[in-house]
């Protein structure tokens, strides 16, 4: 018991998780584990090719891997749940809803039986915390990459998940826009001690928003090279951190392992 | 979009070409009237010994001039519902016939096509395994199904609204195929990640997503059904405007003819713009 108390279950265990796609070529991965604790941040880093996006997809339970074990409080993973929100790589919104809509559709299909009134007070609710007031009558097609991204965080937030997992959210956005929604996303995160899973090319962006980074070799038969704590304090923020004792050994590291080749 | 200004100009331009054919009209079938007065005089007592003399000349042999048509149209259309005989009902009430059978024919059609479109869309086995009939059977002139329908249904109403129903729904079906097939994977991943039953995927996701092809087939559909109904009419109606052509036809009078052919067109086009404005409705922008 004691034992329990001073390390909880973590939330997520990942064990010994291997994908292969057709039987006589190589694994796209093989040997992943790892675990997330509640509340954690963690960001997985590594080359296009080495199935970030596949271990993304079988956390969702949008995908199966072909051994290994997947389990979320305990639970295993037998497919895609509202207890895990995907915010996709390119945002996934209904063009023919409006972004109040769009939002609206998560929230009821969280709480089927929750009156009119309160799925409004709810939909403006999340859409005030990614800074959207102004765009919710507006449809997709109207929106810029960043709105539409936003919605799209809007709209995984919005059914409260247990773990919200984001594959390479902000590719597609520019640097002024990514960082500004890197800030919103880290404020929401540490007032509602959401636990994520996030895929990112990005090393400025991990160091900034995980508190711990996975760093996969290349693929094929790609496996976990290194995981590292992050040693900045929790409350870090976009304009100070550069100046932070230990980011620049960080950056410096995760550098040296994505510009080596490495197997 | 076209300005305001240029959207007049089309108008004006329009008026102008209805006026150019108006005259057109007006000349050539006064031109008509006029050479049969100048004949020579042998040629005239020729045509006094075959009986056509001018007692015997009616009007209606020749072409009408606008001026006869509108007076003989607005005759048809004083008592568009008038019903005394099946060789004499209003104008109105045989254009409602028609609209009818399409109604029924086409609306099974819809029933029918669109979940089953649905269905395939789905299913790309069963879509491969129904292609191959849905190809072959979707050429088929909606007319070269009339001896099959008339000996198997033997009743020429129901043969009517069948070949309604046999060729309206080939596009709605394909369309809604289609439609269906091409979802962005992404929309159902984010149905399944909220956990939606099929019920709810299909009325928020799948339905609101392919809407725009599937109106664009029963737009199709709507299209092909107005323009077989005329012709089933004509060949085994006791009614409807098709067999209204038909019957004034054999009538000789060729202004009711032209005022049938210029309703259905109109009706056609009430028919085709009522969808265009559905399309629109259901359209968006990715």
């Not at chain 2, 089953?116 to 849905?134: D, E, K, M, S, V």
């Not at chain 2, 399309?279 to 922008?285: L, T």
Request: a neutral charge; aromatic letters at 8%.
């Amino acid at each position: 018991m004691q034992n329990r108390i001073n390390q909880p279950l973590p939330l997520v265990t990942v064990n010994q998780l291997e994908k292969q796609y057709t039987k006589n070529n190589p694994s796209v991965f093989s040997d992943i584990s790892f675990s997330i604790a509640r509340g954690e941040f963690v960001c997985m880093i590594g080359h296009s090719g080495c199935g970030k996006s596949t271990i993304l997809n079988i956390l969702a339970g949008l995908e199966v891997a072909t051994s290994g074990q997947v389990s979320i409080n305990g639970h295993a993973i037998k497919g895609p749940g509202l207890d895990r929100g995907v915010v996709f790589q390119g945002h996934a919104l209904m063009p023919w809803l409006t972004v109040e809509q769009n939002v609206a559709m998560a929230i009821r299909a969280r709480h089927p039986a929750m009156p009119r009134e309160d799925v409004q007070k709810k939909t403006e609710h999340y859409l005030e915390l990614v800074n959207l007031t102004g765009a919710i009558h507006k449809r997709p097609a109207e929106l810029s990459g960043g709105m539409r991204q936003r919605v799209g965080i809007a709209r995984a937030f919005s059914t409260t998940p247990e773990l919200l997992l984001m594959d390479e959210p902000f590719g597609a956005l520019d640097a002024l826009t990514r960082g500004v929604i890197q800030d919103e996303l880290l404020n929401i995160c540490t007032q509602t001690s959401q636990t994520v899973f996030m895929i990112t090319h990005d090393i400025d962006e991990a160091i900034l928003l995980a508190d711990r980074l996975v760093l996969m070799s290349t693929g094929p038969n790609a496996h976990i090279a290194e995981i590292v704590e992050n040693p900045l304090p929790k409350n870090r923020s976009r304009t100070e951190i550069h100046h932070q004792e230990g980011y620049s050994d960080l950056r410096k590291h995760i550098m040296d392992f994505l510009v080596k080749p490495n197997k | 979009m076209m300005s305001r200004a240029d959207h007049l100009k089309g108008v004006v331009l329009s008026l102008i070409l209805a006026l150019i054919l108006l005259f057109s009209w007006q000349y050539l079938t006064e031109s008509n009237s006029i050479q049969s007065h100048d004949i020579s005089a042998e040629n005239r007592e020729y045509e006094i010994l075959m009986g056509h003399t001018q007692a015997t000349q009616q009007p209606d042999h020749n072409f009408p001039s606008p001026r006869q048509f509108a007076l003989e149209a607005w005759q048809e259309l004083k008592a568009p519902f008038h019903n005394t005989s099946t060789n004499d009902r209003g104008i109105g009430w045989q254009l409602g016939a028609s609209l009818y059978r399409v109604i029924i024919g086409y609306g099974l059609a819809v029933l029918v096509a669109v979940p089953l479109g649905l269905l395939l869309g789905q299913q790309p086995i069963l879509r491969a395994a129904l292609n191959p009939f849905i190809q072959i059977l979707r050429p088929i002139s909606p007319l070269a199904w009339m001896p099959i329908a008339l000996y198997t249904i033997k009743n020429a109403e129901e043969c009517g609204i069948f070949v309604i129903f046999i060729c309206s729904v080939w596009p709605i079906l394909l369309n809604t195929s289609f439609g269906v097939s091409r979802l962005r994977k992404e929309w159902l991943d984010v149905a399944k990640t909220l956990e939606l039953g099929w019920a709810r995927r299909l009325w928020l996701i799948i339905l609101p997503a392919s809407a725009p092809t599937i109106v664009t087939g029963m737009r199709v559909g709507l299209g092909i059904a107005w323009l077989a109904i005329i012709a089933a009419e004509m060949l085994v109606g006791s009614s409807g405007i098709g067999y209204f052509v038909w019957n004034q036809w054999n009538n000789l009078s060729i202004s009711n003819v032209i005022l049938a052919v210029l309703l259905i067109g109109i009706t056609g086009m009430i028919l085709d713009t009522t969808f265009a404005a559905l399309q629109r409705r259901v359209s968006y922008a990715e």
